[in-house]
Each structure stands twice: as structure tokens, then as C-alpha cells.
């Protein structure tokens, strides 16, 4: 039996603004926005060729504070253009760091939950 992680929870304080955050500055692609009541609002937001999604939004049971999730990860295959589209987009993104385990760039979404982009190295 295969065991895929697919959805996580970001807890944002202002849903509109972090989806136009995570749409237009960061390139996911927005595949739900459902009202499901006065109090409840799920939205799904994917990374491009991700098989894992985030969900943003209100009544969600989470009680995590916005801006307290960090270490969410993106991988891709080549650091310097995702960081040159991320800094393109409007995005606050940190230069690229090298170490023997990869190159990444960091950045942070409008309350503070920290993300972190891999380019992983070649593998013999």
C-alpha cells in the first residue's frame, strides 16, 4: 500500500491575500476556492508538477498560528532560474546557498511561513 502525502495545512491570517500571494508572486496553481459555509473556506493551491497540494483558508480545525509553519520544501532542477522567476514574480527570495547536500533558496509568504527551494545535487 503506498502512503502519499498530498495536502498541507498553511495557516495565513488574511486568505485572499495569501492565495494571491501563492497564485501570482509564487506560480501555484489554484484548484479550489470553496465556501462551504459563513465560517468555512477551503482553498487548494499546487506547485507546478507537484503531487502535493496546500490548503489555505478559514474553519479548517487547524490551530496553528499564521506564520508558524517552517521547512516546507520545493524541489527543482535548476536553482538560479527558479530563484530568477521567484525574484521576477515579487518575491523576497534569499540568494542561492550551496552545500554538499544541495543549493536552495529561501523565502517566506506574507505572514511568515518559511519555504525553502532545493536543487539536489547530481548523485553517482
Known amino acids: 500500500m503506498d502512503w502519499r502525502l498530498e495536502l498541507v495545512v498553511v495557516p495565513v491570517s488574511d486568505v485572499d491575500r495569501a492565495k494571491a500571494f501563492y497564485t501570482e508572486q509564487v506560480g501555484f496553481h489554484a484548484d479550489h476556492d470553496h465556501r462551504v459555509s459563513d465560517t468555512i473556506r477551503f482553498v487548494q493551491l499546487t506547485p507546478r ?4 497540494s496546500i490548503a489555505i483558508g478559514t474553519g479548517l480545525g487547524n490551530n496553528m498560528k499564521p506564520g508558524s509553519l517552517q521547512g516546507l520544501q520545493l524541489v527543482v532542477s ?5 530563484r530568477a522567476e521567484l525574484t521576477e514574480r515579487g518575491v523576497r527570495v534569499s540568494e542561492v546557498q550551496e552545500f554538499p547536500w544541495g543549493k536552495f533558496v529561501f523565502f517566506s509568504d506574507p505572514d511568515g511561513n518559511g519555504w525553502s527551494v532545493q536543487q539536489i545535487p547530481v548523485r553517482n
Do not use: N, T, V
Open 49 to 52: 508538477g507537484s503531487a502535493c
Open 78 to 82: 535548476d536553482i538560479h532560474a527558479a
